[in-house]
Nanobody, 113 residues
């Protein structure tokens, strides 16, 4: 079955960097677009970035975050630079396979001094 396992979250000071990873299995990774979402406390889950035949970034992260993938390792990454307190959220990896959407368990990112 489809499994997505995120890692790399943590506590970082404003202006710092983190790299999130999502290890995927159970589907043909190279054929599907991969997404990163985040959900801050009291807010709706929002898409952060997508990588497939194209890349997409939310306006709030453009120029600071970079999404990439390694098809040989079935892994998608989110490099986050110049982090701000408003980036604090649980970050989720997501893929849509056929008509079904799959989510990882999430990884907490906290940006605070």
């Amino acid at each position: 079955q489809v499994q997505l396992v995120e890692s790399g979250g943590g506590l970082v000071q404003p202006g710092g960097s983190l790299r999130l990873s999502c290890a995927a299995s159970g589907f043909t990774f190279r054929l599907d677009a991969m997404n990163w979402y985040r959900q801050a406390p009291g807010k709706e889950r929002e898409m952060v970035a997508t990588v497939g035949g194209y890349t997409y970034y939310a306006d709030s992260v453009k120029g600071r975050f970079t999404i990439s993938r390694d098809n040989a390792k079935n892994t998608v990454y989110l490099q986050m630079n110049s982090l701000k307190p408003e980036d604090t959220a649980v970050y989720y990896c997501n893929v849509k396979v056929g008509r079904s959407a799959y989510w990882g368990q999430g990884t907490q990112v906290t940006v605070s001094s």
